[in-house]
C-alpha cells in the first residue's frame, strides 16, 4: 500500500540584512568595502567596527555601504561588525565578522637631516602646532560623501616604498610608515584621486609642503614633501585636477611624493584604496 505524506510549505523568510565584505586582504593597514542589502528600504544605518563609528553611505534604498578600515596597530583576531538600520521606524541589527591575520612589515634604515630626528628646541612650537591643525582635520570630516567616481593614481609611477614598513631614522627608530611613496621626479604634476575637499594646503615641518584632501564621510588623503601647492585650502577639486608637484620637503631623503590616507582614524594603505575603489 502506497503511503502519502502531506505538509504545509513553510515560507522562506529573507533575513533582514544580508552582509558581505571585499578587501585585498584583512591584515593591518587595508580597507575593507562592506555592502549590506537590506529586505526593506531603510532610512538610516549605523556601523561600528574595531571600536569605531563607520559612516556608511545609501546606494539605493535597500543597498547600503561603508568603508571601514584596518589600522596598522590591530592585532589578530575575529572582530565584529555591528549594524543597526531604521527600517519602518523599526530598529533592524545585524552582525558580520571580520578574521583579521597576522601581517609582517619590513624594516627600513634611512638617514635625514638630524634636525628631522631629533628637533632643536625653537622647532618644538611648531611641530605641536602642525599636530594640533592635523588633530582638527581628521575631527571634521565632510558629513557627505564627496567623491563619485572611481579613484585615479595621483601620478603614473610606481610606489617603492611598501606602507606600515617600520622606520629608523638615523639609527633611531620612529613611527611605521603609514603612507606608499611613489618614485616619482620633481615637478611631476600630481591629480587629486578624487572629488573632494581641499581640508589644509600649507608647509608642516616633518611633510613639508603638504595637501590633505576630504573625500567625505570620514576619508582623507594626504600629498606631502610637494615643491609647489596650487590649491588652497575650501577649495573643490575634482578627480585628476593638478593640486600641487612633486618635492623633497620636509624630512625626504630625494624627491618623491607620499601619499597616506585616513579613514575615521585608521591608517591605510592607498594602495588598498585604488585595488578596491579605484579605476577598473
Known amino acids: 500500500m502506497l503511503a502519502l505524506a ?7 523568510t529573507a533575513p533582514p540584512v544580508t552582509v558581505t565584505h571585499a578587501a585585498r586582504a584583512l591584515q593591518p593597514g587595508e580597507l575593507v568595502v562592506l555592502t549590506m542589502t537590506l529586505a526593506q528600504p531603510a532610512t538610516q544605518l549605523q556601523v561600528r567596527a574595531f571600536d569605531r563609528a563607520f559612516v556608511p553611505f545609501s546606494v539605493d534604498p535597500r543597498t547600503w555601504k561603508v568603508l571601514i578600515g584596518i589600522d596598522l596597530d590591530v592585532q589578530p583576531g575575529t572582530y565584529p561588525v555591528s549594524i543597526s538600520a531604521s527600517v519602518s521606524g523599526a530598529d533592524v541589527r545585524a552582525s558580520h565578522s571580520l578574521v583579521v591575520v597576522v601581517k609582517t612589515f619590513p624594516t627600513r634604515r634611512l638617514t635625514v637631516d638630524e634636525s628631522f630626528v631629533n628637533p632643536p628646541p625653537e622647532a618644538v612650537e611648531r611641530i605641536q602646532r602642525d599636530a594640533r591643525d592635523l588633530e582638527q582635520v581628521w575631527r ?11 579613484f585615479v593614481r595621483p601620478v603614473p609611477d610606481p610606489s617603492n616604498s611598501a606602507f606600515g614598513t617600520r622606520s629608523v631614522f638615523n639609527g633611531q627608530p620612529r613611527s611605521p ?3 606608499a611613496d611613489f618614485l616619482s621626479p620633481s615637478g611631476r604634476p600630481i591629480g587629486a584621486p578624487s572629488r ?27 600629498f606631502a614633501h610637494l615643491s609647489v601647492i596650487k590649491v588652497k585650502d575650501g577649495d573643490v577639486v575634482t578627480a585628476g585636477q593638478v593640486i600641487g608637484e612633486v618635492g623633497a620637503t620636509g624630512r625626504v631623503t630625494g624627491p618623491h611624493l607620499h601619499w597616506t590616507v585616513r579613514l575615521n582614524g585608521t ?9 578596491l575603489l579605484g579605476e577598473k
Open 6 to 12: 502531506f505538509g504545509l510549505a513553510v515560507p522562506q
Open 140 to 150: 571634521t570630516p565632510a558629513g557627505e560623501r564627496l567623491w563619485q567616481d572611481a
Open 177 to 179: 610608515h603609514g603612507g
Open 196 to 222: 573632494s575637499r581641499v581640508a589644509l594646503a600649507r608647509d608642516l615641518y616633518y611633510t613639508g609642503n603638504t595637501v590633505i584632501l576630504d573625500h567625505g564621510l570620514g576619508l582623507f588623503s594626504m
Open 267 to 275: 591608517r591605510v594603505d592607498p594602495l588598498s584604496l585604488l585595488a
